[in-house]
């Protein structure tokens, strides 16, 4: 059943709201924009917004903008309900199972009136060792029966690294033909994980000062210029965001270590809402010490 007007403008409100709490994501707010714009004044006789392909790497908001295009998607009636299902390749094929096919099912039918969103999906063929999964195959032919089947009533994501899912797209015509869309989502810099940081301090009500900020940034870019080349930069190897939830959750450790050396009478209620410079700083050079 659709949503009702009201759920439906509420729906669309929270997704408006979620797209402007994202972090240096402009490219992917423009687009969103226009998935919107696109399913709020369909019509007859054009496509309507459908299914998508989302790359990058881990911890860039893909699950989050996810949401937001299930609420959009609800909130115009192009599905009943703004739940996603998210699964991953490990879920679907592989050694783990001995029905995949049985697993792929049981994930369309959990997500049918909402969105299913696969992550690691180019994996479904090729593992990440890179040898052929023999039920790979099988469990895209199924999947691609099953969005066919449900026209109308399913939405699929397709989630992983960019140069992944471009090969994997590429073996597969009749699927790549189902994913017309794709959004990018890059790599975030110094400056987003310290306003990420700052985010996710706010949520729980405290404060990270200006120059926490500014810490941040510099302890995190000396180390995306001194870290050795590999084959993804190092903030996707820190999972981007996640960095940030880090970074949080130990300055907060620290603080409470910092308070407890003070004399209870000299801390005030900022002290206890607030995250400074000294939190921050042996929190990040904790964190990114783990790697080069």
């Known amino acids: 059943m659709a949503a009702s007007t009201a759920a439906a403008a509420d729906l669309l409100t929270r997704a408006d709201r979620a797209l402007d709490d994202l972090v240096g994501r402009e490219s992917i707010k423009s687009a969103v924009h226009k998935i919107c714009r696109t399913a709020e004044h369909r019509t007859p006789g ?37 739940t996603v299902h998210s699964v991953s390749n490990r879920d679907l094929a592989g050694r783990y199972w001995d029905d995949p096919l049985a697993q792929l099912h049981k994930a369309v039918d959990s997500a049918l009136g909402g969105i299913l969103y696969i992550d690691e ?10 040898i052929v999964d023999p039920s790979g195959p099988d469990v895209i032919a199924a999947l691609l029966d099953a969005m066919d089947t449900h026209a109308g009533n399913l939405i699929v ?23 017309p869309t794709s959004l990018d989502f890059e790599s975030y810099n110094a400056y987003d994980i310290a ?13 990270l000062t200006a120059k926490a900020r500014a810490a941040i940034r510099v302890a995190v870019q000396v180390k ?35 308070l407890a050396e003070m004399k209870p009478d000299d801390i005030t209620s900022a002290d206890t809402r607030t995250l400074d410079v000294a939190d921050v700083q042996a929190a990040t050079t904790r964190i990114l010490a783990k790697l080069h």
């Open 157 to 179: 994501i397709l989630a992983g690294y960019g140069d992944e899912i471009e090969t994997f797209l590429a073996g597969n015509e009749r699927l790549a033909a189902q994913f």
């Open 195 to 207: 306003e990420i940081t700052a985010v996710i301090a706010a949520r729980a009500g405290i404060r």
């Open 46 to 82: 054009v496509a309507q917004p459908g299914h998508l392909v989302f790359t990058g790497p881990l911890g860039t908001g893909k699950s989050a903008v996810a949401q937001i295009i299930a609420d959009i998607y609800a909130g115009t009636g192009i599905i009943t309900s703004p």
């Open 121 to 130: 999906a180019s994996r479904l063929s090729v593992g990440a060792t890179g």
């Open 224 to 258: 995306i210029d001194h870290s050795l080349p590999r084959k993804y930069p190092i903030i996707d190897r820190f999972a981007n965001a996640r960095l940030s939830h880090q970074i949080y959750v130990q300055a907060k450790e620290r603080r409470t270590q910092r």
